[in-house]
């Protein structure tokens, strides 16, 4: 297994490119199953997520070519020819759920394996099913697969989530642009990507309403031609450059097209924290402040403080004058970087849900274990501000999310390097 090696105490200055979004580019292309014309993607990133997603698309017959300098992946489910998502590849891709809706939607029918949990949580899909249910699908168990039929397609109906879930209303949304009538989709997430999908769809001839709210509307229709769609930037790989920029007394510019409104909520965060921060059309640039300030921090679903920034945002709070508060609320088990941060020298304890950061001096850099993806950057962040080196270990968990970690990392004065598995 690859590492990173880290040698911390060096200020972060310079530009990042920001990639275009995992989650954007995920089900945007489980959408290529809707239909038989070719989906023509930009700004797609180098992820072994997407590899892994494409991989599962293949099998069902999907055709693709990936132009990699280009981030440009053309994709066309003219040939499907089978619609089983086996237990191998979508136990290595949680989002390999996405193909669900779409293959029920279109096809009829779908045996797609159930997830399972990862290191985060159990990871449920119970409100996907029960909102396909209310479409019309009818839904067994069967060896741990999803068996999913609707022989006369789905009928549109009102699907309320108890529960905000992204790829929950992801997969509702793409079932529901095929069913017959209307579907309303209530308490439907918010988050960009979701939105980007929406988008997506409707350049495809769906019929979406309500686009940015709550309340989602899908008048059904018999056919979706293929589109040209360019993926949104990462907003979550924009929030860890910043707060990376920030654990280094750094300052950094993020390039990508009209970030500023994808960062509702970190960017009043990461001024609590003592940012000065400069918006320009294509770029933002965010500058730490000599001491950092101590603040509370609240996941919560788009537009509040995301999940996906909490072990990024520690990192930052273990440095900072004062004690802070960190409540994870949407995962029961997303603190386990806090032993590695511990490991480091930083003042962390842990009451159920609910971090109390008080804030040191400095880190000292240390051999680390990556857990998640996203803690990944969190240890990555808390050894670019350590003394002394840092090696993280199982580095296959940052390339599932963050493309050419290294690159830009160098490219701002980062000293890092990957240490290839022998
Ligand atoms: C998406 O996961 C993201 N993944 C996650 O990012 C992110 O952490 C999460 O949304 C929350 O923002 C992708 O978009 C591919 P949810 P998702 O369904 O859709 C409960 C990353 O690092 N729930 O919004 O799986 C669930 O337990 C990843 O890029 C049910 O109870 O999350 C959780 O508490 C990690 N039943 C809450 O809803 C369901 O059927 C939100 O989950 C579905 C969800």
Avoid at 144 to 166: D, H, M, Q, R, S
Avoid at 268 to 293: N, R, Y
Avoid at 294 to 300: G, P, R, Y
Avoid at 362 to 367: M, T
Wanted: aromatic share 2%.
């Amino acid at each position: 297994m690859d590492r990173l090696r880290i040698q911390g105490g060096v200020p972060l200055k310079g530009v990042v490119p920001i990639s275009g979004a995992k989650n954007a580019a995920l089900p945007i292309m489980a959408a290529c199953l809707l239909t038989d014309a070719p989906l023509r993607l930009e700004n797609v990133p180098h992820l072994t997520d997407i590899r892994a997603l494409l991989r599962l698309l293949e099998t069902l017959g999907v055709t693709s070519t990936m132009d990699g300098p280009a981030h440009r992946l053309t994709l066309s489910a003219h040939a499907l020819q089978q619609v089983l998502a086996p237990y191998d590849l979508v136990r290595k891709m949680r989002a390999s759920i996405l193909v669900l809706g779409p293959l029920v939607a279109r096809h009829g029918k779908a045996k797609v394996s159930l997830p399972g949990g990862c290191a985060i949580g159990v990871r449920p899909v119970d409100l996907h099913l029960r909102g396909l249910e209310m479409l019309g699908a009818s839904l067994s168990l069967e060896d741990g697969y999803i068996c999913a039929e609707a022989p006369k397609g789905l009928v549109g109906g009102t699907v309320t989530f108890p529960v905000t879930t992204v790829t929950g209303t992801e997969n509702l949304l793409m079932a529901a642009t095929l069913a017959r009538g209307t579907t309303t989709i209530v308490n439907a997430a918010l988050e960009p990507e979701v939105r980007d999908l929406a988008t997506c769809l409707n350049a495809m001839g769906a019929r979406i309403t309500g686009l940015g709210t709550p309340t989602l509307t899908i008048e059904g229709v018999s056919a979706l031609s293929g589109a040209k769609h360019t993926i949104i930037p990462d907003r979550i790989e924009a929030g860890t450059y910043a707060l990376a920029a920030m654990a280094t007394r750094g300052a950094l510019t993020l390039k990508a097209h009209a970030l500023g409104t994808l960062l509702p909520s970190e960017l009043p965060m990461l001024i609590q924290m003592g940012a000065q921060i400069t918006q320009e059309e294509e770029s933002i640039t965010v500058s730490a402040p000599e001491t950092l300030s101590a603040c509370d921090i609240t996941t919560e679903p788009f537009p509040g403080y995301p999940t996906d920034l909490q072990a990024q945002g520690m990192a930052v709070l273990s440095l900072a004058q004062g004690s802070s508060i960190i409540r994870e609320t949407i995962w029961e088990n997303r603190f386990m970087h806090i032993a590695e941060f511990v490991r480091m020298g930083a003042d962390i304890s842990v009451h159920g849900l609910t971090a109390v950061v008080r804030g040191v001096p400095c880190l000292q850099g240390a051999p680390v274990m990556a857990t998640d993806l996203r803690a990944s950057f969190g240890l990555i962040i808390a050894g670019l501000a350590a003394q002394g080196e840092t090696m993280l270990h199982r580095l296959y968990h940052l390339d599932r999310g963050y493309e050419a970690t290294e690159k830009k990392l160098s490219a701002c004065g980062a000293c890092v390097e990957r240490v290839r598995a022998s």
